[in-house]
């Protein structure tokens, strides 16, 4: 088949049926017919709100990481820690296995899920399409799924209520701004849009 | 679904002799082996995907053991402890009376694992089933499995946060434990175990389809 008629399909990632592609407007899903698998969405603006998102985020990369996130207490005692800091003590002996998936997961992932949807978005914004733009799209959406925010902020609550059994517990700053971002480092998977990626690109390209 | 589908007029893209990129979700034809639109490596099916699942899920299943009785974490308070592995660990938060942080901590460290785990081989069983039940119902239990797996990795960020926060010299600390790193390999195991299962191969054998891979 010649490329004009294949591009007027697509298959379903999880069965593999051949489904015709249809321009959706804003807000519709579309489903596969056989499995119910979603196939694409139909997102509003998708570039400009994801640069909006993207850069809230990235303001609060800083205070996030180097704030304290809580400061604990007990009979006079006390010890503060920002996100780095969670990361040294785990590096010895075997919980390296651990501390690498606390920072690849809770801590890199979300960050660079950020930093690409925003430098995409900005180049599709801009109309310019460099080579290293696919690459970069593809490494984005091979990272979605290994970023675990939402399991970290539960993870921040357990501990508070493991603590605030036998210890005082002062909320820092690191946290108010490191559930900011996480908040909207899993907000920018919801509003790009990978659809409009690559069909601005294959625009692009015949133009 | 808004209506019966006739199985018999629908056609995959393999019995179509084409290949669905799943980068860009692009069609490309059978001979094929970059994406025409955005240069990845496209496979009609996952090469070895059923072996690498079998693989990951049963190593998997082996760290099972040593996460739940090794300890997770040692809570030492004025030089005295004792370590917790993640069913006394449980059992400890219910006698605080923490009964929510109980059961989700429960949920997500003793139900999440096991039930994906148990998920996994029904899965992988079904395929090698001469008669395998419905498509629909195994492709949902994948997206069940596949949406909960990360949820796992709770209990690994907890002790991660309590390592660092609890250290007052002889008041209290609290020291990591080998379960955690047993615990910590065995979810991301059975995540790539997710990751390699190539659902398309529970739909192959609906459409009579024995090209194989």
Known sequence: MDSNS????????????????ITLVENQHAHCPRCNALLYIGRKDPVNTTLVVSISGLLMVFPAYFLPLMEMGTLGLTNSSSIFETLVPMMSGAYWIAAISLFLFAILIP???????????????????PNYLIPLQRLYQSLVSWGMPEVYILG???????LLDDFTVVVGPGLFSFCVMMFCSLLVTTTVSR?????????AREN | ????????QLESARSAGLIGCEVCSRVNNGDEHICRCCGSVIHSRIPDSINKTWALTVTAT??????????????????????????????SLFQH?????????????????ILKIIGLFILLISVHREKPSGSLPRTKLFRVIEFFGKWSMLDVFVVSLLVTLVSLGDIANVIPGLGAAAFCAMVILTIFAANSFDTRIIWDRLEGDSRGE
């Open chain 1, 6 to 21: 294949l591009d007027k399909l697509t298959a379903c990632r999880e069965c593999d049926l051949l489904v015709e592609r």
């Open chain 1, 111 to 129: 960050v660079l899920l950020l930093l690409f949807s925003f430098w995409i978005s900005l180049h599709l914004r801009i109309n310019s399409y």
């Open chain 1, 156 to 162: 921040i609550i357990v501990s508070l209520v493991k």
């Open chain 1, 195 to 203: 659809q409009y990626f690559w069909e601005a690109l294959q625009h």
């Open chain 2, 1 to 8: 679904m808004p209506e019966k589908i006739n199985q018999e």
């Open chain 2, 62 to 91: 082996l760290l099972l053991i040593p996460s739940n009785i090794l300890p997770m974490m040692t809570i030492e308070s004025f030089g005295k402890g004792q370590p917790d592995t993640i069913m006394s660990g449980i059992i």
């Open chain 2, 97 to 113: 009376g923490l009964y929510p942080i109980g059961i989700i901590v429960f949920l997500a460290s003793i139900m999440v694992p």
